[in-house]
């Protein structure tokens, strides 16, 4: 699952102690291991390397440059929602043809940023070079004519796929399910085949492409098998009619353990969805692209936090610490669940066989709220958790914290941004600095 484990009761990742981390760092501090973010791309690339895919890491899942760059090294391509997106995509040295640039609400401005011609006084003077990304996954008749218009304007043919929506409940959050008819993503199938007769020959534009994006996390295989069935028949059926579709994006949305085996592996997804697109990749009609994201790096990051204070409110237990929904909002904003634990505890504490769960049982345990220092009683990591005694200065780690943790954050009540810090086998660098009080105000 990932590089992190205890050792005589203290929390490491890879080879080095997150106690020595947290107090040469400080808290709080997101930490991400190197050889856990390598482990789960490689796992992805492997199993569904019959398929040849493209593999474009979401980057709206965790954005630091330098992970991006670490991704871009073992062959990754980039999925980008935005503008600041597709910059750090080619800071991170991401090859223009790997960029997808997905998302309901591109601008006029971003959109010609995308098709190379960008507006440098918002890129700032040590911007590289902009050239065209590889394809626009299109999401309303409105965006495509505003691309075909811009690209027209530009003279730079570009290619696109049109995301549909398979209607198929991926049983995910009501907040991270997009592929039913009553989200705001994409256009219903029988729509789709209207809008390929219509666009599907644009001189400037090209619409080559399917996208679909069922929602997020995903924990079974058989949504996508569903929704996949369901593109590949209309597919065919607009093949029939002479309009050829080359490249299928099938999304991302893969699960994460949060808790221990809550994710299929790679293979286990790999097994269900390969069969299906196998004989059109090796017979030269299909190219699939995969959008993981979570999948990857969620296992990869932890987020310390220190504890300021401990009190009890008649009969609920509070845990104080310094990071909370302005460090990582998904408790309070999706209900989800992370694995809470101290960083030092008794051998007896010690999560047996490294199992993370709702609730261990083991002796001792404290049921606790572990809230944070924001001013909302949405302020919480957990709630009614059962956990080994801790005191004022001890460490706690957030699990499964790379995913949508520090990409979420937010400078609520002024609280400065959290430090990140990539850890290497034995050694770790800062990947992004604490911000300081003058950070919060400097712009204004």
Not at 96 to 119: C, H, N, Q, R, Y
Request: charged share 25%; net charge negative; with cysteine.
């Amino acid at each position: 699952m990932d590089h992190f484990a205890y050792t005589d009761g203290r929390l490491r990742c890879e080879n080095l102690d997150l106690i020595e981390v947290a107090s040469r760092f400080g808290t709080p501090t997101y930490v991400y291991s190197r050889a856990t973010l390598t482990m789960h791309y490689r796992r992805l690339a492997e199993a569904f390397a019959p398929l040849k895919p493209l593999i474009c890491y979401s980057v709206k899942s965790c954005p630091n440059i330098n992970i991006l760059r670490e991704l871009v090294a073992l062959g990754s391509g980039m999925d980008v929602v935005s503008g600041g997106e597709l910059h750090r995509a080619r800071l991170a040295g991401c090859s223009p043809e790997k960029i997808v640039f997905a998302g309901v609400g591109k601008t006029s401005e971003e959109i010609a940023d995308a098709l190379g011609e960008p507006d440098d006084d918002v890129r700032g003077p040590d911007a590289p070079e902009a050239a065209p990304i590889g394809l626009f996954n299109v999401e309303s008749e409105q965006e495509l004519l505003n691309i075909a218009h811009i690209a027209t304007a530009l003279n730079r043919p570009t290619r696109a796929a049109l995301r549909v929506n398979p209607d198929v409940d991926a049983k995910t959050h009501k907040y991270t399910t997009t592929g039913t008819a009553e989200n705001k993503f994409g256009v219903d199938l029988r729509r789709a085949r209207d809008f390929f007769r219509k666009y599907a020959r644009h001189n400037h534009l090209r619409l080559c492409g399917v996208h679909i994006h069922i929602g997020s996390p995903v924990a079974q295989a058989a949504p996508y098998v569903e929704a996949i069935t369901r593109v590949l028949t209309l597919i065919d059926e607009l093949a029939a009619e002479g309009i050829v579709i080359d490249t299928l994006d099938i999304g991302g949305g893969f699960a994460a353990d949060y808790r221990t085996g809550q994710s299929l592996a790679a293979a286990d997804y790999a097994a269900a969805i390969v069969p299906l697109l196998r004989e059109r990749v090796e017979s030269g009609r299909l190219r699939i692209i995969l959008e993981p994201g979570r999948f990857i790096v969620a296992n990869a990051g932890v987020l310390l936090t220190r504890v300021q204070y401990v009190k009890s409110s008649g009969a609920r237990k509070f845990i104080i610490c310094d990071a909370g929904m302005h460090t990582i909002i998904r408790p309070a904003l999706y209900e989800a669940f992370h694995f809470v634990w101290p960083a030092n505890v008794s051998p007896q504490h010690e999560p047996p066989d490294g199992v993370r769960a709702d609730q261990l049982d083991l002796p001792g345990l404290e049921r606790c709220d572990v809230v944070g220092p924001i001013c909302e009683s949405a302020d919480f990591l957990c709630q009614n958790r059962l956990l080994p005694p801790v005191a004022r200065g001890d460490i706690i780690a957030v699990f499964a914290a790379g995913a949508y943790g520090m990409s979420m954050a937010s400078r609520y009540n002024s609280h400065p941004l959290p430090a990140e810090v990539l850890i290497d086998g034995q050694h770790a660098r800062v990947i992004r600095r604490r911000e300081s009080y003058h950070d919060l105000v400097n712009a204004e």
